[in-house]
């Protein structure tokens, strides 16, 4: 790579890290459902202005959108709100990669290979470890170190909403390849703000509200800066300079960046919010990540071993 890719990969780390830390600070001043509508707002304008609808039939964006954005992120912010630390978030959402692997074999006959079996193995064990957060020795069966059961449970489901949005992904691409992901991501971006809107409108007590200027001025800039960064820093810039790399080098060049995430938003979750993590869960996340090292540099090792 070069020196200004791998400043890149580095940037998309970094962006894709403190995401979970921008999360809790929007989810101070709007509702799960809320956060959902001005989120998918700004990740899709202005930017649907300036590239072209991908050349695809339909419903890739529309499923795409559901479960990429109703879905993922609408279990994610309540997860958040209902008990979940932005540090274990960031380690528990790469378990993404092992769900896209069940489901790639359960729907696309994909056999996984064996540092995946293996991966999914050590995954498993480090997902044991968080259980026993709440029923091992000492355990109080209530949220422990700033995470509940439902909102560890919560974040599967916003990792397990990511996988099949992968498993989308993968048939758009084999329907209409060659098609621009970042004009895929922008016009996918429109199909959540509806669904979260009407369900903020159904369900949140305050939404009307929003119906008035007044409650929109009001708002800081952090609030305004949370939803700017999901919206277009972590969508916008982290996807585009994430596809941009994919599209120079080999994956298996490209994937090894992505277990700076975990690390990254472990430490941004420690030390801007003052987050704690139990040996429990610190167990589990050396399990989880150690799993990820194992899936993304094993065919690697294997392929040096066999040459």
């Not at 899709?44 to 590239?51: G, K, R």
């Not at 909102?151 to 084999?174: D, H, K, P």
């Not at 979260?196 to 929109?216: E, I, K, P, Y």
């Not at 298996?252 to 919010?273: D, E, I, K, Q, T």
């Amino acid at each position: 790579m070069s020196l200004r890719d791998l400043l890149a990969a580095l940037a998309v780390v970094v962006i894709w890290g403190v995401n979970f830390v921008a999360m809790k600070w929007g989810l101070q001043y709007f509702t799960p459902f809320q956060l959902g509508t001005v989120r998918f707002v700004f990740a899709a304008l202005p930017l649907v202005f300036f590239v072209r609808i991908p050349r695809m039939h339909w419903r890739w964006l529309l499923l795409f959108g559901l479960f990429q954005g109703v879905a993922q992120f609408g279990f994610g912010f309540f997860a958040f709100k209902l008990g979940m630390t932005a540090a274990l978030a960031s380690v528990l959402m790469q378990t993404q990669v092992f769900f896209t692997s069940i489901f790639a074999f359960a729907m696309l006959r994909e056999r996984p290979s064996r540092p995946l079996v293996v991966g999914m193995v050590l995954a498993a064990t480090g997902l044991g470890c968080f259980a026993m957060n709440f029923i091992g020795p000492g355990a109080t069966g209530t949220g422990v170190g700033g995470a509940t059961l439902v909102g560890i449970s919560l974040t599967l489901c916003a990792a397990a909403s990511w996988a099949v949005s992968n498993i989308v992904t993968r048939l758009a691409q084999e329907e209409s390849p060659g098609y621009d992901p970042l004009s895929f991501v922008a016009w996918s971006s429109l199909v959540p703000i509806l669904p979260f809107a009407a369900l903020s409108a159904l369900t949140d007590a305050d939404a009307g509200r929003w119906l008035h200027l007044d409650a929109w001025t009001a708002l800081p800039a952090v609030a305004w800066g949370s939803v700017a960064y999901l919206g277009w820093a972590a969508t916008v810039v982290g996807y585009g300079l994430w596809t941009s790399l994919l599209t120079r080098h080999p994956a298996n060049r490209v994937a090894p960046f992505s277990l700076g995430v975990p690390v990254v938003g472990l430490a941004a979750g420690l030390l801007v919010l003052d987050e704690v993590v139990t040996p429990w869960q610190w167990a589990g996340v050396a399990w989880v990540v150690l799993a990820l090292v194992c899936v993304v540099l094993g065919p690697r090792w294997a392929q040096a071993r066999r040459g």
